[in-house]
């Protein structure tokens, strides 16, 4: 049987049962996928995603200051790790499930469980001692003071 071009298949003008699937698609779309019409889709359990979640994060700038916002609902200020320096912020955490759901019971599973982290290069130097931290509602706000390079300050030279 001679093979049919993707746009004979795409329009519909090849039957299905005409057309000699290659090697890797021999089996339609959503068995691939791990469920047919008659089952639910399966995940993958929590414990196996060894990988941290990212973190996304808002950054931007003023002339005095950069700020960075994170969505951290569901966390614990306790179970949240800033690390500040001169021009790199790093966050990472915990975000702990408080019940436990079999995996065969999920319908549909987005939520991200489990370590997450994020490093940040700011574009200026900041002022860590001025740095402050809050959360509400589940945002992390990181006010970050930038220093001011060109600021000088005259001293007057003690005798003594």
Do not use: C
């Amino acid at each position: 049987m001679k093979k049919r071009s993707f746009f004979d298949r795409l329009s519909g003008s090849t039957p299905v049962d005409d057309y000699d699937f290659d090697d890797e698609m021999t089996q339609p779309y959503p068995a691939q996928r791990g469920h047919t019409p008659s089952t639910a889709p399966s995940y993958p359990a929590q414990e196996d995603l060894a990988v941290d979640g990212q973190l996304p994060v808002d950054v931007y700038q003023t002339e005095s200051e950069v700020v960075v916002r994170a969505f951290v609902a569901g966390v614990r200020p306790d179970d949240v790790n800033l690390s500040i320096s001169r021009d790199t912020v790093v966050i990472d955490g915990v975000r702990e499930e408080r019940e436990q759901i079999v995996d065969h019971d999920y319908i549909k599973r987005e939520l991200f469980w489990g370590s997450f982290a994020t490093t940040i290069h700011l574009p200026h130097e900041i002022d860590v001692d001025a740095a402050t931290a809050s959360a509400k509602d589940g945002l992390l706000t990181l006010v970050l003071p930038r220093l001011d390079k060109s600021r000088q300050t005259k001293l007057k030279v003690k005798a003594g």
